[in-house]
């Protein structure tokens, strides 16, 4: 199956397509809004890339890491760019798709969030190709583009 995870951050998202059959990264990218646009124009530029990689690779699921509820450093433009994506996902034709912690991307791994955050970290190697080499952001989309393939 093919699925996508996300990591949004402030000025853009960092996406992971992956084949959860063998646990490939198809593809690990970023969408960079520009600096010109305003919110309205850069949450619309966020909407209309991703429904366009959705279609582009026939993905059927999807996951989102969405920020900790605790956060110390909330950012109300990374929160605004996940609420777009959860609404483009709702407009598309996946299959299902979840918003989660770490804590709900662990369990969905059949792992816990003390076994996620070192991972996520690089700490802990984790059987996918170029893991070592990855950005925590890049490794936290591919855990949620696993996770996908468990949707209830």
């Known amino acids: 199956m093919i699925t996508i995870g996300i990591r949004a951050r402030p000025t853009g998202v960092v996406y992971a397509v992956v084949d959860t059959e ?3 990264v198809v593809n690990l ?3 960079v809004i520009p600096m010109a646009f305003d919110t309205p124009d850069a949450l ?4 209309s890339n991703f429904l366009d990689i959705i279609r582009e690779y026939g993905i059927q699921r999807a ?4 920020t900790e ?7 109300i433009n990374r929160i605004q760019i996940e609420g777009v994506i959860i609404e483009a996902f709702a407009s598309s034709p996946l299959k299902g798709y979840y918003v989660g912690h770490i804590a709900s991307i662990a369990s969905r791994l059949g792992r816990t969030r003390t076994d996620l ?3 996520i970290d690089g700490n802990v190697a984790y059987d996918v190709d170029g893991w070592a080499d990855m950005s925590k952001e890049e490794r936290e989309a ?5 996770g996908a393939d468990n949707n209830a």
Do not use: T
Request: net charge positive; with cysteine.
């Open 142 to 146: 591919v855990l949620c583009a696993l």
């Open 63 to 66: 996951g989102i890491r969405a």
């Open 44 to 47: 619309k530029y966020v909407r």
């Open 29 to 31: 990218d970023q969408v």
């Open 22 to 24: 063998n646990a490939s």
């Open 117 to 119: 955050k070192p991972m």
């Open 69 to 75: 509820p605790n956060s110390q450093r909330m950012n």
